[in-house]
């Protein structure tokens, strides 16, 4: 079956935004859904539809960080361009911890935006690519460690690293030590990643 093409998904309260956005993204080439709050955008989500998100981090009702984290919950892998206000920046950090791909100050220019967009987009290339190399997952599974496996498994499962220190009889450094190997061995470039690499592999049976 042919992939449905990359979309920008832009997700804004304010009306002025989201048009300016899908005529910005319109003359580039690229097809652009928009929203007008992060509900809306996550009842219709697709984690199998390729592209990339520009979200508000402000908005009314759920915020772009609280949808971030609805996604990561989900496990999602789609890369997050968020747009910030000048005082938004310690927000757009922990964004950025939480795995966005990037972030954009207010006012922006519209280069400085489509070069954000372009590489998020590669990024979901890249990223979908690797999911899609079953056994090479397989593979990389095969070769970590015992100990690497064990890290794998409870990490996939959401424990926190000083659960898997107190699981494992070890201590917190060594689990972060091991969980550093693990995403350097797997390939990943994210928690979300690692997860659906997991689950890409035991779908492959």
């Known amino acids: ?13 304010d009306e002025g935004v989201r048009t300016s956005l899908r005529l910005l993204i319109r003359s580039i080439g690229l097809p652009v859904e928009t929203f007008d709050s992060a509900q809306e955008f996550l009842a219709q989500f697709d984690p199998e539809r390729p592209g990339c998100l520009v979200l508000d981090i402000r908005m009314p009702g759920m915020s772009g960080l609280e949808l971030q984290q609805k996604l990561n919950e989900r496990h999602a892998i789609t890369p997050i361009v968020f747009i910030t206000g000048h005082g938004d920046v310690p927000m757009a950090v922990e964004a950025m911890q939480a795995g966005a791909i990037d972030f954009v100050q207010k006012p922006f220019r519209d ?4 070069d954000r967009i372009n590489r998020a987009l590669e990024k979901d290339r890249t990223n979908r690519a690797a ?16 100990r690497e496996r064990e890290v794998l498994e409870l990490v996939t499962k959401g424990r926190a690293n000083k659960v898997i220190a107190g699981d494992l009889s070890v201590s917190q450094r060594t689990v972060e030590i091991h969980r550093a190997r693990v995403m350097e061995k797997m390939g990943a470039s994210s928690l979300a990643h690692l997860v659906r690499m997991v689950i890409e592999a035991d779908r492959a049976g």
């Open 111 to 114: 280069q400085d935006l489509i």
């Open 131 to 146: 999911l899609r190399e079953r056994d090479a997952i397989r593979q990389r599974i095969a070769e970590l460690t015992p």
């Open 1 to 13: 079956m042919k992939d449905k093409p990359a979309a920008v998904f832009v997700v804004d309260d």
